[in-house]
């Protein structure tokens, strides 16, 4: 892939990342942009940085799927890896959030 294109993907990425994160803002947000993660912890009695990463697991897992897809010749359709991706780095940034200024 040539520069400008990776440079497409990347803008292109960070754009729908950043849609994502202020669109689901809208929806989890409850006075504290973290609350749920700190509420499922506090359910199951981990951390909320445990929390976040039981719920991130099952988009590692379903890419996990997909690149077993490949090698076993079945693609799956760009749509849903772009929902898995996305989600993910959605998730490593809301764990930034949560660590951010923290030792």
């Known amino acids: 892939m ?4 990776f440079n497409v993907v990347v803008e ?4 729908k990342t950043k849609k994502t994160l202020c669109l689901k803002a809208e929806e989890y947000a409850r006075g504290d942009r973290l609350s749920n993660f700190k509420q499922i ?4 009695d981990v951390t909320p940085e445990q929390a ?7 988009h590692i897992v ?3 799927d997909f690149t077993k897809d490949l090698r ?3 693609e799956q359709v760009y749509a849903r890896w772009d929902e898995k991706i996305g ?13 951010y200024n923290r030792p």
């Open 52 to 58: 976040l990463m039981g719920l991130v697991s099952k």
């Open 87 to 99: 989600d993910v780095i959605a998730y490593m940034i809301l764990l930034d959030a949560m660590r």
């Open 62 to 64: 379903a890419l996990f």
């Open 12 to 15: 292109a990425r960070l754009e």
């Open 2 to 5: 040539d520069s400008k294109t």
């Open 41 to 44: 912890a506090a359910l199951m």
């Open 72 to 74: 076993a010749g079945q």
